[in-house]
């Protein structure tokens, strides 16, 4: 009885509500996609990523009990089903953004399933690549108990593997897939590395918070971060010519063995941090540094004033 | 076997956990809810949120294809079911409020499907907002390749949809379903915004997180924040007032076309930035500041050293 | 037709790239976990995790109606079912970490019971604490409406409650599974607490996101924290000696009733900051200060300059 009365609240006003929805779809565009080629699918997309990490790191991320007897198996199977994923999402992604609205387009669907297929053969660089970076940081957090704790519980690795997932899908060209990722970790993570982004190997990123790493940054090897720390651009105009600025190196370069402490901000794509420096917490940089340079805030002026005492 | 042992083990000491538990439950009441009226399920509110997001950007969220001809149909069906849900949620958060512990309260019932109809009303103008929003992250960000990137990935665009969802049905007086909406994106994104504040056309976030929004903060047209940025109060006593500062205006006044960088904070309710203003990365301001200042930091003092040079 | 084809492209290769798969397996073994004894699942950590939460706020977290006569019966199914699966994954952590490959290992079996057995007891004691946190927020946040919301919505709700389930585990000495539940709850809250450091009673923190409290932080009762605040190490040494500083009190003490706000950052092991002290915003200390006293910055210096008015 409930039911009806409050179906027949609403459906008296239904029809109406609906026509001034789908006007609103007809007279405002940007916000929709009706009619047109399919978009990928976040959660699949989702579902790649999360894929592709058990295949990095076996034993890890999956319910299955691995042995040496079964992971060939396994890894077999995954691919395979994870190939007709990956490559309907990128044949999504690139026929959209062609602006094709044909249902197959042969084109499209081969440039997808030959990217697909060249992304998983980068696994054992990546693997490789992967397992420098949980050295890195075994060796650079003295609260870390075990690798094991690292792959399971860190954000970093989360998001460091997510970046260079997305990297890889990135440098061959494809839209909106590489950046669906990213967020994710982001999201999850709250560390924001733009897949653009290029990133040397055993890095580590600390807690990581609050991290931004815009676009054209360029990282070194052996490079360290903790949470907060913001590899930026300088102001965006407001003027309209902010989209003129795409493709330009905004971002700063960090060379090899620098080190940023939480709460750092280095803006500007001609900035260079010169190899083995060190930045200290809550620094704000908007020019290079030499080599091997210590950079740390003034003693900050506090002022200390005694209250009444708690009791 | 095991699970004989095992279950052994606890069974002859889970009659006195339970019975403790119980007890507890029945000594400390201010964080159950146990022979009380039924509170709104996070799991559904959560589930309408995502529900809303797919009407307001059609073919972005569900995986349905959508075209001219049938997206009346989706609209008209989703609709008709998420109301159903909505204004049962509506109804378990007001009832729960006003103490009533009737199993049906006939107002209550109504007033929460009126809510739920004239929340409907509002996705035309949701829409509207929704994609200024875009076009000002788009024209924002030298980043965004395209509108389809930012309405999947950026986490600006779900916590700011996600306020002005929450914002309309929390004008409506409805308590807990707001805030458990602003707080899932704040989860999701790290962008905390409170269905209070009250946003502009054109509003823009880029990165996010980090940022607050608290609760009585105003803030204009064309408005673009960064990662970091706090529009908080100031200082909230502890001797027991701090109740008494609830409804007052505690946070600050940003008027139309100010840009606001990374990392500053903004406090207090009598604090108003002016129209056009400019305040830059880790500026601290806790006082009013004219239409058209540009405020920066001072170039913080560092100190730079060079260190034995790495090799 | 198409399935054909794409499964014909790749299946052309997809021995190949297995076998690398596979020899990356093998000659990189730090990130595997193949014919070795089972890990922890983070899946099940994360449910038992939400299954603890509803135990402690009963009528808050699941979709069941509680009265007074259905809810002794609730738990006792809930804990009969939620011991399984905590005691299997106690002895998969505990047994991979001692290092032994048997399929059961009757001690460490028995251990985990115990422990799993020991923790559910730990539930009256834990509500205790919890209600005094949410009472603490209730307190120090005017923004707040109800309890109801504070458990519903609260990050610092679901971070500190997570700190206090997962810190029992760790106090039991068993590894990775506290870290797990520790970083779930930091991924959602954007608050990141070490399962390790010690907190008192009536804990607060408002907002939340970017907070960080490392391994060895101890923190008296009615402390109150503010989002982006830092509670951490100093630098952690690159030249191979950071693994060393393990289980040395590296992070600082916070006594009672002290206010730290937003964005303060505290560092190292030997900093105490006494009982009744407030830490103002941004803050960055690392020596100690004595009780009852009042830290701010000196105002910082800021430039304001009048740009051309925006019409």
């Excluded at 650079?140 to 108990?145: L, Q, S, V, W, Y």
């Excluded at 997305?166 to 839209?175: K, V």
């Amino acid at each position: 009885m409930r039911q009806d009365r409050s179906k027949c609240l609403l459906r008296r006003q239904l029809p109406d509500i609906v026509d001034d929805i789908y006007d609103s779809y007809q007279m405002i565009p940007s916000i929709r996609n009706i009619g047109e080629s399919r978009l990928p699918c976040k959660s699949v997309v989702i579902d790649i990523l999360e894929g592709v990490m058990d295949i990095l790191f076996p034993g890890y991320y999956g319910d299955s009990v691995l042995c040496w007897e079964n992971s060939r198996y396994y890894v077999g199977t995954r691919i395979d089903n994870l190939f007709i994923k990956l490559s309907d999402e990128i044949s999504k992604s690139i026929r959209h953004e062609c602006g094709q609205d044909t249902h197959i387009c042969i084109e499209c669907r081969d440039k997808a399933e030959k990217c697909a297929t060249d992304f998983f053969k980068k696994m054992p660089k990546l693997r490789s690549f992967l397992s420098e970076d949980i050295k890195a940081a075994y060796e650079g957090d003295p609260a870390a108990k075990s690798l094991d704790e690292i792959i399971f519980s860190y954000p970093g690795t989360y998001s460091i593997a997510t970046y260079r997932i997305a990297h890889e899908l990135h440098l061959m060209g494809i839209p909106l897939i590489p950046r669906i990722m990213t967020e994710h970790a982001h999201g999850k993570t709250g560390i924001d590395i733009h897949p653009g982004a290029k990133i040397g190997r055993s890095f580590f990123i600390d807690h990581g918070t609050g991290v931004v790493i815009g676009e054209t940054t360029k990282i070194g090897d052996r490079v360290r971060l903790y949470q907060g720390v913001t590899l930026g651009a300088l102001s965006v105009p407001k003027d309209g010519t902010g989209p003129s600025m795409r493709g330009r190196k905004r971002h700063p370069t960090i060379e090899d063995d620098v080190t940023i402490y939480a709460g750092a901000t280095i803006l500007g794509g001609d900035t260079v941090i010169g190899k083995g420096s060190t930045i200290g917490g809550n620094v704000w940089l908007v020019e290079s540094v030499p080599p091997g340079t210590r950079v740390v805030i003034e003693k900050p002026q506090l002022r200390f004033k005694t209250k009444v005492p708690v009791d």
